[in-house]
């Protein structure tokens, strides 16, 4: 199991508990890591800045105990933002018309770089994206990263 999803097992009960969803968690850095946990709220209202205090406490106090991280790291809670990445598939099935960038760990079609209108995603994962009038199937297990783009369709439902 990869220490992502060891630390999601570990916190994730807690941050639902708390009226939240995990976005992505993810560490990064070689000398100095740093855990970065992305939250949304589950009544779908924006998150604010006591959110993430709030949720950074229940987190330190959970990864204090569990200790699953064995050396030195900064904890960064933060809301994905209007322009979020898509890590999960019921993100994309949540913004299904909109555009979006993705990236693939290896070329489907001769490419790995997409970015087109997000068309749908399917009971078996796979994404259909509609790139300069092409499209493209991707299953979901192929995709290293993805994200929506900021458009005023995109603004205008973060508004809404």
């Not at 913004?95 to 079609?109: H, N, Q, R």
């Not at 199937?137 to 900021?150: N, Y």
């Amino acid at each position: 199991m990869y220490i992502n999803e060891k630390i999601e097992q570990l916190i994730a009960p807690s941050i639902n508990d708390m009226g939240f969803d995990i976005v992505r968690i993810l560490l990064s850095g070689d000398r100095r890591q740093t855990l970065q946990i992305m939250i949304e709220r589950q009544d779908g209202n924006a998150v604010g800045v006591e959110d993430c205090e709030n949720v950074s406490r229940s987190v330190s106090a959970i990864l204090d105990v569990e200790d699953p991280i064995s050396s030195a790291y900064s904890l960064e809670v933060s809301s994905p933002g209007i322009d979020r990445p898509l890590v999960k598939p019921e993100h994309f099935k949540r913004y299904v018309s909109f555009l979006i960038k993705m990236e693939t760990k290896m070329p489907i079609e001769g490419r790995k770089r997409f970015k087109g209108v997000l068309k749908s995603i399917d009971e078996n994962n796979e994404i259909e994206i509609e790139v300069e009038g092409n499209i493209y199937h991707i299953p979901f297990s192929e995709l290293e990263r993805a994200k929506l783009v900021l458009t005023d369709e995109l603004i205008a439902k973060a508004t809404n």
